[in-house]
């Protein structure tokens, strides 16, 4: 049964970091790339930041692109986000999933989230 547990979020100040944790309960996890989501208030879901099973092949949202970093521990079925010079914009609830392709994102399950707040 697959579950994805995301935690770490907060309230933070504008130019302040945090880092959001996932923990993917899935057989396939070293094997699957994994990817943040995100959802601002009143917006649909945006993509953030995609990484591969062996942690080598990264992408980011020009967004977020030369503050975030997404990493993986596959030891541990786990993936990361820390964030750094947050930005009001990135307010917004996170999520992980294995990257499924956009046209399957109202199917697919996200797991409850983690709210991350930035305001001052």
């Known amino acids: 049964q697959v579950q994805l547990v995301e935690s770490g979020g907060g309230l933070v100040q504008p130019g302040g970091s945090l880092r959001v944790s996932c923990t993917a309960s899935?057989?396939?996890?070293?094997?699957?790339?994994m990817a943040w989501v995100r959802q601002a208030p009143g917006r649909g879901l945006e993509w953030v930041s995609r990484?591969?099973?062996?942690?080598?092949?990264?992408r980011y949202a020009d967004s977020v692109t030369g503050r975030f970093t997404i990493s993986r521990d596959s030891a541990k079925n786990m993936v990361y986000l820390q964030m750094n010079s947050l930005k009001p914009e990135d307010t917004a609830v996170y999520y992980c999933?294995?990257?499924?392709?956009?046209?399957?994102?109202?199917?697919?399950?996200w797991g409850q989230g983690t709210q991350v707040t930035v305001s001052s």
């Open positions: 999933n294995t990257d499924p392709p956009r046209r399957l994102w109202s199917s697919v399950y």
């Open positions: 899935i057989f396939t996890f070293s094997s699957s790339y």
């Open positions: 990484i591969s099973p062996g942690g080598t092949t990264i």
